[in-house]
């Protein structure tokens, strides 16, 4: 599994700085700085168990009949949603003794389904996010033991985010909601 995740974020010679698909950007940089934030667009990377992309539409669909697991490795924390996304409030250390959540991705007769779209090409990586890739793939590898299944290929998603111009907690650039603090740089 994390030979998955370093192969998908490879690209030619050089490693690739950030996932090719992202959550669709709802909030522009103009509306964050009028929020009060950093117009400077960021990303969080999300990884996704138990789903696959849609290539005709972009649509993130279940895969198999395994629950669909999400999680932000930079945060350190499962998602409780990811229409719009949504951390658990707690860690991945706690997730081990409160299990994580299983995700029901939207679509079908009322709702449309989640449309992922190409990664902002200005959206940079936070800090230390190869450490967290690796504590998250260490999580996923334990999830699959525990489970006695396995997730199959994981999908990585950028999460758009702005960073506080003077600290203080991030906006999402999905929902236009703050989130914890986190050191960006």
């Known amino acids: 599994m994390l030979a998955m995740l370093r192969d998908q974020r490879t690209s030619g010679p050089e490693e690739r700085t950030s996932p090719m698909m992202s959550l669709p950007l709802r909030i522009q940089p103009a509306r ?8 400077d667009l960021f990303f969080l990377t999300v990884l996704v168990g138990n789903a696959a992309m849609r290539t005709e539409d972009g649509a993130l669909v279940a895969r198999g009949h395994g629950p669909v697991v999400a999680l932000c ?9 990811l229409g719009p996304p949504a951390l658990a409030p ?11 959540p299983a995700l029901r991705l939207p679509g079908g007769w009322l709702r449309p389904p989640l449309r992922v779209e190409t990664t902002h090409r200005t959206a940079r990586a936070a800090a230390r996010r190869e450490d967290a890739l690796a504590r998250a793939g260490r999580f996923l590898v334990e999830l699959e033991e525990a489970w006695r299944r396995r997730l199959g290929a994981v999908l990585e998603v950028a999460w758009p985010v702005y960073g506080p111009e003077h600290g203080g907690p991030l906006l999402d650039g999905v929902a236009g909601a703050p989130l914890p603090e986190l050191s960006l740089r």
């Open 73 to 81: 490795a930079e945060y350190d924390r499962p998602l409780m949603s």
């Open 90 to 100: 707690y860690s991945l250390a706690r997730a081990r003794l409160q299990g994580i």
């Open 32 to 39: 964050a700085s009028a929020l009060g934030w950093s117009p």
